[in-house]
């Protein structure tokens, strides 16, 4: 079990992750609207694949790569970041056992 240290740093550390993606998506962007080089759309899904929250943010608020179906994986990546959470939260609150009903 993770001390409230450990738990605190990585929570800190997923939301860093998520901030830095949300800056990534406003520079491509920024980018574009410039005629600038521009950071590739692997590494952009690649980003959201790691921190999904930030790339759904940084896509709804700077209105970024919204057309490009690809790029709907990126709410399936928040989807399945959502489940984990979810998931880790039940068990922590449960002392790290979960039994199926039955």
Do not use: C, Q
Not at 6 to 11: S, V
Not at 34 to 60: D, H, N
Request: charged share 15%; net charge positive; glycine share 8%.
């Amino acid at each position: 079990m993770l001390s409230t240290i450990d738990a605190a740093l990585l929570i800190g550390g997923y939301l860093l992750i998520n901030a830095v993606v949300l800056i990534v998506y406003f520079l491509d962007k920024r980018a574009a609207a410039r005629k600038r080089w521009r950071i590739s759309e692997r590494t952009l899904l690649l980003a959201a694949l790691i921190a999904p929250f930030g790339a759904v943010g940084g896509m709804r608020t700077f209105r970024h790569k919204t057309r490009k179906t690809k790029f709907l994986l990126a709410y399936v990546f928040l989807a399945l970041h959502l489940a984990i959470i979810g998931y880790l939260a039940l068990l922590s609150m449960t002392g790290g056992a979960l039994s199926l009903p039955g």
